[in-house]
């Protein structure tokens, strides 16, 4: 039998995804956690809070920064109290490195773009590249969601997000 049909498909020598301890995805996993919601809390802590009836600037991102503190924690804590069974999990998948290669873009451009234009760029790419829709459906979709994310943002809740090159 050739390798391939000997082994599946995370244990092959040198390929993706690689099979890894569950256990030590779990620690990992927790402690990065853990370590984007305290940079989060230390930069949210420098914004105005406002009070719960006109929530300032740092407000929500406080309150989502706890919250992810508060399930880090508690992922550490339920995984270093299991029992480790040898267990493994595939990481790596292509569609997930697609995605986070992709969001690696979006901050940086958000502001030169334009959010419009860099999240209808975004949807389009995870469109073909994930869901794999043929390009004059995904291009389509992409714009009529960003139709939807204008009205959403700027008639119903007031925000005006960055136009970026769209209105120079």
Not at 112 to 117: I, R, S, V
Request: net charge negative; proline share 5%.
């Amino acid at each position: 039998m050739a390798l391939s049909e000997e082994l599946p498909p995370a244990q092959k020598s040198g390929s993706w995804p690689r099979s890894v301890c569950t256990r030590r995805c779990g620690l990992a996993g927790g402690i990065a956690l853990a370590a984007i919601a305290m940079f989060f809390i230390i930069q949210s802590s420098q914004l105005e809070w406002g009070s719960t009836a006109l929530p300032g600037p740092g407000f929500f991102p406080m309150l989502l920064a706890l919250a992810l503190l508060f399930c880090s924690v508690w992922i550490i804590a339920q995984t270093w109290a299991s029992e480790p069974t040898g267990e493994t999990h595939d990481l790596g998948h292509r569609d997930v490195i697609i995605v986070m290669v992709a969001m690696l873009f979006v901050a940086p451009l958000f502001e030169t773009l334009g959010a419009y234009l860099t999240l209808g760029i975004f949807a389009f790419v995870l469109l073909v590249l994930i869901a794999r829709i043929n390009v004059v459906y995904a291009a389509l979709s992409s714009a009529v969601s960003m139709v939807a994310i204008w009205y959403f943002f700027q008639i119903l809740l007031g925000l005006q997000l960055p136009w970026g090159i769209l209105l120079g």
